[in-house]
Nanobody, 117 residues
Framework: QVQLVESGGGLVQAGGSLRLSCAAS????????LGWFRQVPGKEREYVAAISRASVVDYAGSVKGRFTTSRDNVKNTVYLQMNSLKPEDTAVYYCAARFGSDSYDYWGQGTQVTVSS
């Protein structure tokens, strides 16, 4: 089992920055990959970014160049640095964990990010 707790959300003006954190506990942190997703009410959950066990990263086209994900295997925490935020980035952001190429089976509770214009 993996438990995930996100933090760092809030209200920011367009063009601003936020850093989300996701603290993990349970199984060995270095044994799984992590992803970031976001969801707006009434819409499907959207992929944002992922970081593998080996810290290989991937980003959705809509955030590439603005968002950066990283992981700290000592602090058991994954981060999402979000710069140049836009109103369309407003959503609840979730982190998730998966083992190997399996589906993301473990999810945090989410943190709200609101970007005002």
């Amino acid at each position: 089992q993996v438990q995930l707790v996100e933090s760092g959300g809030g209200l920011v003006q367009a063009g601003g920055s936020l850093r989300l954190s996701c603290a993990a506990s349970g199984r060995s942190f270095s044994s799984y990959g992590l992803g970031w997703f976001r969801q707006v009410p009434g819409k499907e959950r959207e992929y944002v970014a992922a970081i593998s066990r080996a810290s290989v990263v991937d980003y959705a086209g809509s955030v590439k160049g603005r968002f950066t994900t990283s992981r700290d295997n000592v602090k058991n925490t994954v981060y999402l640095q979000m710069n140049s935020l836009k109103p369309e980035d407003t959503a609840v952001y979730y982190c998730a964990a998966r083992f190997g190429s399996d589906s993301y089976d473990y999810w945090g509770q989410g943190t709200q990010v609101t970007v005002s214009s």
